[in-house]
């Protein structure tokens, strides 16, 4: 089956693509034609859009402010049959009602550059420059510190938590080269242990190896080898009593947002404790 899917927002659009993707998610064989249309604040610059919408009709997603140009919008929709649908008016309609305000009606008001934004920024440069081991000496600055072997989603999961506002330090686990003893006194930071099957990692780090047309037949990709080095982190993670979160079957939203639910326990049980 296929679709066209088209995305209009008079702003970045970030939260409409995000929406799309989630709700695409669920469905299977769906091939998603997207015409994706940020910054649209004309009745001309609509205009144009609807002569494609028209031309390749399919699902109208919006995200408009603007009262004009959103009754354009649906008015034209309605007339070549097409549904278009503003999927943040039920959120934003239970908060005036709940609230008892109506909506400033700002185009992209979520991305004022307020207090939260620079903390995003400061935590992804203190991430990039404390990444595979680096910077040990800062590790007690950080929110979070992961802790895995080679290719058991680090950096990846590191980057994405540090796109949420957490500062996150992460150090491979390497039977020849312990971490340092830093990490075992860390009193601020949640340590996480990654672990994943070593069946997984092997496939990983083969692809890693071809990727890099490098020699595949390696300690680094054999069976005994790795099945002891993750017995090895995993012994670890016990040892340190550090949560432990299996990579194997999920995606990095999945990794973070777990992580993310533990520092939130976490946080509670501090409070509690006080």
Known sequence: MRLHLHLLSDSTGETLENIAKAALAQYDGVETIRHFWPM???EAHLERILQEISQNPG???????NSETRRTLETRCRALGLPAIAPMDGVTHALSGLLGQ????RPGRQHVLDAAYFARVEAIHFTIAHDDGIGAEDWEEADIVLAGVSRSSKTPTSIYLANRGFKTANIPIVVESPPPQILYALKNPLVVGLTTSADRLIQVRRNRLLSLNQVTETAYVDQESVTREVAYARRMFADNGWPVIDVTRRSIEETAAAIIALVGERSGDMQGAS
């Open 40 to 42: 649209v604040r004309t």
């Open 59 to 65: 699902l109208v997603l919006f995200t408009l402010v």
């Open 102 to 105: 109506a909506a400033k009606a």
